[in-house]
């Protein structure tokens, strides 16, 4: 769902000068439309909140009424929405991250290992132990940034 400007508070101008718009990306744009149903825009155009929120997403059709509705509505000027534009390169395209809804650390390290022995067997012998280990507060930091930055580089965006 997409934000509207009265749903969101105001922040303080931050790094592009514009209170509502962080950025404002063209170019390649994959995003839900119902849980059923995907649309690929080719030449879109999404506006960004200072937190990370979605305010608006569109295609940029060569006719300027959608956007201009959007920046309208945000308060954003032609000077503002030349410095808050970040245009996509023809090999670059935004999607939603993936939601990982069964994620263990310890077993990080030991992906794609073990897969001659049964389960109990491989748990014993890799996640138990590794698992001890975290009682170590730096071994458990070292190991959690690890997994936190392996599965973003991978597109999970959120672990459940």
Do not use: M
């Amino acid at each position: 769902q997409h934000r509207r400007k009265e749903d969101e508070a105001v922040v303080s101008t931050q790094s592009t000068g514009h209170k509502h718009i962080k950025h404002i990306f063209k170019g390649g744009i994959i995003h839900s439309i119902s849980l059923s149903e995907l649309q690929v825009l080719h030449n879109g155009l999404l506006g960004v909140s200072h937190e990370g929120t979605i305010l608006f997403v569109c295609e940029d059709e060569g006719d300027t009424s959608k956007l201009n509705s959007f920046l309208k509505e945000f308060e954003v000027s032609e000077t503002d929405f030349k410095q808050l534009l970040v245009q996509l390169s023809s090999t670059q395209f935004l999607i939603p991250g993936f939601i990982d809804t069964h994620i263990h650390a310890p077993q990080y390290r030991f992906t794609g290992t073990g897969t001659d022995l049964p389960l109990l067997k491989w748990l014993e012998k890799y996640t138990f132990p590794s698992e001890s280990k975290c009682k170590d507060p730096e071994f458990a930091r070292d190991l959690f940034q690890k997994v936190v930055r392996r599965t973003l580089k991978n597109g999970t965006t959120k672990p459940l």
